[in-house]
């Protein structure tokens, strides 16, 4: 009798927890989450993603099974964004997820008359972009995962590994917001680290000019710095970038791990898969009813720093032992 009262527990607890949660009828047993992912070009998005689906599938959210996900990318539309995010609310999703910060803010303005929640991720700069008031309070429908390290934490491994640079060079597009508040929050704290300052705010309109903007800067600073930027991040753009500034022995430094793998001389960065699984964390509150705005919106719990030393050898930059030590990723 014991051991039949023990495998009833055993069955019917889950269960009640299960309806609990998700209640009785057929509609609520499955929830439907619009993603709006701002570019498809830049591989930090795609692993973003991944991130979010495997978090959501380790909590028990499997599409298919209690979970429809509708997919959009808006290539980096601004208006094919708000287009998409709009689409959304009619549709009465019950989460959107935004990846990316004009994916957000489309988001955002979308829903000001409908307040369906949103979950943001791989956003630089959430509170200087105006997506969230602060972070413990976003004061709107939202809440989310920055991909944001402050650039004092990155210049701080910078001035370590590189102690001959004087004049750092900063370089970002005015496009989007996230890359004038970092590129902007990299100007303010060179000095504080004995640099002098070379920056370079490019409108998209001079974009075609990139190749000898680059040239000119690269024959002034003793390494570059690319903030968070989507538009300069793009293959294209960080390949010339690069190049350009390999021809002058001028070492780039960047904010993620694949810039690093292309050329860059270092990043540190997030994990951006895992700032995805860590998004999973408030998709999962919102779902269960909590109010985004009481959620507070996070930074990476998880910070990594990548070093190419085939590019310091051809770059002809000793780095010492300790510093190799350090990193998580190093590209020989």
Known sequence: MRRCLK??????????????FFGCGAKDDVF???????????????????????????????????LKISYRNAEQDKTLALKIAREFVKKEVDVIVSLGTGSSLAALKATENKQIPI?????????????IHDFDDSGRNITGVSMK????EQFEIVKE?????????????????QAVSTGKEAAVAAPEFGWSQFTISLPIEKLPQLGKIVQSLAQKVDAIYIPTDPVLGLPENLKKIIRLSDEQRIPVLAVARKFVEDGALMAVHCD?????????????????????????????????FSLNLKKAQQLHIKIKRNIVLKADNVFD
């Open 32 to 66: 439907h989450i619009g993603v709006l992912q701002w570019t498809e070009k830049v591989r930090p998005f795609e692993l973003t993603y991944k991130g979010v689906l495997d978090g959501l599938s380790v909590k028990g959210f499997k599409q298919g099974v209690n």
């Open 119 to 131: 979950v943001f991720s791989i956003v630089g700069a959430p509170k200087a972009t105006g997506i």
């Open 149 to 152: 390290v402050p650039v004092k």
């Open 7 to 20: 495998l009833l527990v055993l069955i019917a607890v889950p269960a009640l927890i299960y309806f609990a």
């Open 272 to 304: 951006f898969y895992e700032i995805g699984r860590q998004a999973a964390d408030p998709i999962v509150k919102v779902l269960g009813g909590v109010d985004p705005r009481t959620i507070p919106s996070q930074l990476p719990t998880m910070k990594k």
């Open 161 to 177: 590994a590189l102690p001959g640079v004087k004049m750092m060079g900063i370089i970002y597009c005015t496009e989007m917001p």
